[in-house]
């Protein structure tokens, strides 16, 4: 629960004052509903009293039916600012909390964002957030008006009626009523949190299926992907009604509690009237009182019943605390002085490495081949000369230094316009050719072209359209290798003077990426290229060939 309270945390102070008064108008709304519905009791008993003792001409009718329709009306203008205040608050906290999930995805490192599926954790976070909209609407803010809208009017009846009457509808109503709530929500923590992964899973599953129906009509999967959503379905409908059957006994529950306490109380009227003196009139406040007051628990079994739902949703976002800044991906450098640029001649180096198994030192101009088995390092080497991944101890003090400054010692904006990366996963968005490029600089068509020409793909959007060919989401609509060469070809743009590949030519027959290795060198003639590959490092546009021996992740 320690989640769910730092969750809560941080939706009460996203919109404090809104929270606050939306707070104040729900007890208002109990308390004026309470006394609406004790001013008519009153009202009823008394006016029929005064008609049978035949004086109904002097009795004054006017006062107690204003006061009736003061309540009601106030009552609902106290209602609607009560849902407008709260759910205008929630609302905003919701939309700074999913900014804040964002924001916290986006302080993994490299590694971390390429292995996430951006619909999976978009999915994640639009149901968990939707999950956790109940929190403060359904369960705090209600809770909290419940009790304090008990207090007063236990005071009031003490007062005004007896304080018999005031402590049995007290004692009745509260311990009682906590005891059924949180019997629901201990039944209900199951069910409910399993209907959520459920859904979820449902829901990505549908998505997944949706987005890969051609690969699955083809291998004949199509019937079994069906099989695996209808058994999930039928999980999620399982939890379902079970959470809906202790939700309905519950409800049955309170209502019995209910009808026991106005029972009470119309029992307690009757003593008070016969042996304490106390008007008829009066002592039906309390009878009409108490069964105002199941309008403050009755409501609060769906917030209880979609507890384990919520604690989970909590759980899943990490259950931050609102008052801890994010942290970020990469450390900042101690060092007030960034390294001094090894040099050769007057010539600065554009990348300086040095490991325990080999050491670079790469000019403008100079391309070198990253070598090794699969899972030695090469991508990680990648990521930390990017200054995507933060170098650690068990680097086995690795150095790294691009323009004589460690990548961490570097402003982020100033970095990227020196170092480019394209990564072995392509991203695309929905929309043209030309928008996908564009992304990358503000280039006029001859450069798209000449880029794209760089990376052999412009024999292919010529037959398709051309700049203006249609892309679907992620690059649906290319292959995987003419997707990665996009990718090149929009990094080709901006120019780098070190640009890092990952897997360039994965995908690619012999002649495709002699093409493509010979364009890139030709596209940037001045650039310092860094590339990790499994084959093909051979090739001669690779003057420096570096076989990496030692991982630096162990």
Request: net charge neutral; aromatic share 6%.
């Amino acid at each position: 629960m320690k989640a769910l309270v730092h969750v809560l945390r941080f939706l009460l102070s996203a919109a404090p004052w809104a929270m606050a008064r939306g707070a104040l108008l729900s007890i208002t709304v109990l308390l004026m509903g309470a006394a609406l519905l004790g001013l008519s009791g009153w009202f009823i008993t008394a006016s029929g009293l005064a008609g049978i003792a035949g004086i109904g001409i002097a009795f004054d009718f006017f006062r107690p039916s204003a006061g009736v329709r003061f309540l009601a009306l106030g009552r609902a203008a106290a209602r609607y600012g009560e849902r407008l205040l709260t759910h205008d608050a929630t609302l905003r906290a919701l939309a700074k909390l999913r900014v804040r999930l964002l924001e916290q995805e986006a302080t993994r490192d490299a590694r971390g964002l390429m292995q996430l599926r951006s619909e999976g954790v978009l999915t994640r976070i639009v149901a968990d957030v939707d999950a956790l909209d109940g929190l403060a609407l359904r369960l705090l803010l209600p809770v909290m008006a419940a009790l304090l809208a008990h207090l007063a009017v236990f005071w009031v009846l003490g007062w005004l009626v007896g304080w018999p009457m005031a402590w049995a509808i007290l004692i009745g109503y509260v311990p009682f009523a906590a005891l059924i709530l949180w019997r629901l929500g201990r039944e209900g923590l199951h069910p409910s949190h399993t209907a959520e992964i459920e859904a979820q899973d449902l829901r990505r599953g549908l998505i997944d299926t949706i987005r890969d129906r051609e690969a699955l009509i083809l291998r004949g999967r199509i019937g079994a992907r069906e099989d695996v959503l209808l058994k999930t379905d039928g999980r999620l409908r399982q939890a379902a009604r079970q959470l809906d059957e202790a939700e309905r006994a519950a409800a049955f529950r309170l209502s019995v509690l209910v009808t026991l306490v106005a029972g009470a109380a119309l029992a307690i009227g009757v003593w008070l009237v016969t042996d304490n003196g106390t008007g008829p009139a009066v002592a039906a406040i309390g009878v009409f009182v108490a069964l105002a007051l199941a309008e403050t628990v009755l409501p609060l079994r769906r917030g209880f019943a979609e507890l384990g739902r919520m604690a989970g949703a909590a759980q899943r976002i990490g259950g931050f605390d609102a008052a801890q800044p994010l942290r970020t991906a990469i450390p900042t450098s101690s060092a007030s002085q960034p390294a001094p640029a090894p040099t050769r001649g007057d010539e600065p180096a554009v990348l300086t490495i040095w490991r325990p198994d080999f050491s670079l030192d790469l000019r403008a101009g100079d391309t070198a081949a990253l070598t090794g088995a699969s899972g030695i390092g090469k991508t990680t080497l990648l990521l930390q000369i990017a200054g995507l991944l933060a170098a650690g101890p068990q680097d086995g003090g690795q150095e790294i230094a691009v323009l004589g400054k460690p990548p961490c010692d570097w402003e982020d904006s100033a970095f990227r316009e020196v170092v480019t990366m394209v990564p072995q996963r392509s991203a695309l968005l929905r929309g043209t050719v030309r928008e996908n490029l564009a992304l990358a600089a503000d280039a006029t068509d001859d450069e798209m072209w000449a880029a794209l020409a760089a990376a052999d793909l412009q024999h292919t959007f010529d037959a398709r359209g051309g700049l203006d060919t249609q892309l679907g989401e992620g690059g649906a609509g290319l292959s995987g290798g003419q997707a990665r060469r996009l990718c090149l070809a929009r990094a080709l743009l901006k120019r780098p003077r070190l640009l890092l590949l990952d897997e360039p030519t994965e995908g690619l027959d012999d002649e495709s990426s002699h093409l493509v290795l010979i364009g890139i060198r030709r596209a940037l003639p001045d650039a310092a290229i860094v590339a990790a590959l499994h084959r093909g490092a051979g090739h001669p546009v690779f003057g420096h060939r570096c076989a990496l021996t030692v991982s630096p992740r162990i």
